[in-house]
């Protein structure tokens, strides 16, 4: 049974620092990896996807990786700004069965100017 | 291109009520994705449909929860009757599946309080 896992669960950083979010995953038969960002009470954001033939993905100040093998995605924020505090989940798409996306429990990140 | 769109935001209702939620998915995206999420957790799938044909309801508590999607394309979500531990955000996904990208794109939510 896949099961995904972000570390850590909050996170508290000044602002202009980098930093790296965490998400593991048991099973590494996936389809691709999705990082989201939710703001409080809103919806989910699609930040980054990354299919499983790819090594990583880039958009603007945000970098994701994914090592397939070793069941892990991190996903890099350069420069971080108050503007960036929300919580972010990544699911993974897996390809066991029906094509079914499993969630993070998320990582709650907050920028202080 | 419109986002998902759902209705309504918010809902307060008594234990033992019933509540219909409403979904309509980005237009051309042939699946559709039901998820609840409790506060402080990742959203958890309860039902997925491929055009109005259910591929996954296997975490749907049958016995209280009912989904439909009408021609493919709108879809309502029930709950009947509803309890205590139901409180929850309601989120409906939809994405294009159409080989390489599975990506899907969220609505706002329905926040749901039972008491």
């Known amino acids: 049974k896949q099961e995904v896992t972000q570390i850590p669960a909050a996170l508290s950083v000044p602002e202009g620092e980098n930093l790296v979010l965490n998400c593991s995953f048991t099973?590494?038969?996936?389809?691709?990896l999705q990082w989201f960002r939710q703001d409080p009470g809103k919806g989910l954001t699609s930040l980054l996807l990354?299919?499983?033939?790819?090594r990583e993905q880039t958009s603007g100040r945000l970098n994701a990786s994914l090592d397939k093998s070793s069941g892990r995605s991190t996903l890099y924020i350069a420069a971080s700004q108050p503007g960036d505090s929300a919580t972010y989940l990544c699911?993974?798409?897996?390809?066991?069965?029906?094509?079914?996306?499993?969630f993070g429990t998320g990582t709650r990140l907050k920028v202080l100017a | 291109e419109a986002g998902v769109a759902q209705s309504p935001r918010y809902k307060i209702i008594e234990k033992r009520q019933s509540v219909a939620f409403w979904c309509n998915p980005i237009?051309?995206?042939?699946?559709l994705y039901w998820y609840q999420q409790i506060l402080g957790q990742g959203p958890k799938l309860l039902i997925q449909?491929?055009?109005?044909?259910?591929?996954?309801d296997s975490q749907l508590p049958k016995d209280r929860f009912s989904a439909e999607r009408l021609k493919g394309v709108d879809s309502t979500l029930k709950i009947q009757p509803a309890k205590l531990e139901d409180s929850a955000v309601y989120l409906c996904?939809?994405?294009?599946?159409?080989?390489?990208?599975?990506?899907?794109?969220f609505g706002p939510g329905t926040r749901l309080t039972v008491t």
């Open positions: 996904a939809s994405s294009r599946t159409s080989g390489s990208s599975h990506e899907q794109y």
């Open positions: 099973d590494s038969a996936i389809y691709n």
């Open positions: 990354i299919q499983s033939s790819q």
């Open positions: 699911a993974v798409l897996a390809t066991s069965g029906t094509y079914k996306y499993i």
């Open positions: 237009s051309g995206h042939a699946t």
């Open positions: 449909f491929q055009n109005n044909g259910v591929v996954d």
